[in-house]
């Protein structure tokens, strides 16, 4: 029974540890003021929208605490789960934070569940990163701007697309063709900083989420785009002379975002820029690459204990014919 119950045990062990890790994504760390609320979201592969998914507190997997489900009532307590199968993405808002380390979790049949984790450090006065709105709106060919504040000057804040690329300060650039500029700013009043990220051009494409970065710390932003708005007005204008006449004008409506005031901007190096951004890039391939060696050395692992199994239950099988001859 022994080598039958020693390769099961590898295979389990095995099974849970071959879960391909890129099939969710979310913020990695999250700071929050007590007392607010948060909405978290978690990215998923296109081939598991109908997959039920769940919110999951705890250091580790395998000990967390359920606190939410998509097939279950969609409200716990006071945090709530919702599943946008089109935008491939569900969301998690709490309003009843505490800090500790949180999953999103998808349910996989046949095979083992996939998640990932992030942290959520709640502060009873201001968060090290912060933004007014959670939420914006454009409109198509205008532009939004997003005011990400933080406390100290530190690495290079940046603007990302959650699952895809990013743009850094000292380094415009585009996402899904709309132009994004970062300007970092010192603010007197409070002693900290804001970085303004503006995209203009906006299309129909750019809603979605994005995130804020600035060192290890990410806050996750919903941008959505809408149709510009027409307002038909009809105008009379009488004469003594002629008649009557109408004049129609359409008006476009246009998005305004208000602006704080600040002081002039820091002094940027892009050089300094462009090598965060390499680090990160470069953070991110040996994350890949342990990942990848991880999986090869369970794969090890599994046929090491398989060919143990074999050799024991041939050893056994032979010792068992001897004492019956």
């Known amino acids: 029974m022994a080598p039958h119950l020693l390769l099961v045990l590898c295979i389990l062990f095995v099974l849970t540890g071959l879960s391909d890790t890129q099939l969710v994504s979310t913020v990695r760390h999250v700071s929050v003021k007590q007392g607010s609320s948060i909405t978290i979201p978690c990215l998923y592969d296109q081939r598991y929208s109908n997959n039920v998914k769940y919110w999951c507190r705890g ?3 395998l000990g967390c605490s359920t606190v939410v489900r998509t097939d279950h009532p969609k409200t716990s ?46 502060s009873p006065g201001t968060p090290e990163l912060y933004v007014d709105q959670q939420e914006l709106t454009g409109v198509v060919g205008g532009s939004v701007t997003v005011l990400c ?47 303004m990220v503006t995209m203009s051009g906006l299309m129909m494409e750019n809603t979605g989420w994005y995130r804020c970065e600035k060192g290890d710390l990410q806050l996750p932003v919903y941008v959505t785009v809408n149709q510009p708005t027409t307002i038909q007005s009809t105008t009379t204008i009488t004469t003594t002379q002629t008649p009557t006449t109408h004049q129609t004008s359409l008006i476009s409506a246009e998005s305004i975002t208000s602006q704080p005031t600040v002081t002039p901007s820091v002094t940027t190096d892009q050089n300094n820029g462009g090598t965060d951004e390499m680090q990160q890039e470069k953070n991110q391939r040996l994350e890949h690459t342990f990942f990848y060696l991880v999986k090869a050395g369970n794969a090890m692992l599994f046929l090491l204990c398989t060919i143990v199994s074999v050799v024991k239950f041939r050893k056994n099988q032979d010792q068992d014919d001897t004492k019956d001859a």
């Open 59 to 61: 250091s580790f997997w």
């Open 77 to 122: 307590g006071k945090t709530s789960i919702s599943d946008d199968i089109n935008q491939r993405v569900f969301t998690v808002t709490m309003t009843s934070l505490s800090s500790d380390y949180y999953w999103c979790i998808m349910e996989r049949k046949n095979e083992a569940d996939d998640g990932v984790r992030l942290q959520i450090s709640v």
């Open 149 to 195: 504040y933080y406390s100290k000057l530190g690495d290079s804040g940046r603007w990302c697309r959650m699952g895809g690329s990013c743009v850094a300060v000292g380094h415009p650039g585009a996402l899904d063709g709309t132009f994004v500029k970062l300007v970092q700013e010192q603010r007197e009043t409070t002693n900290g900083y804001v970085l």
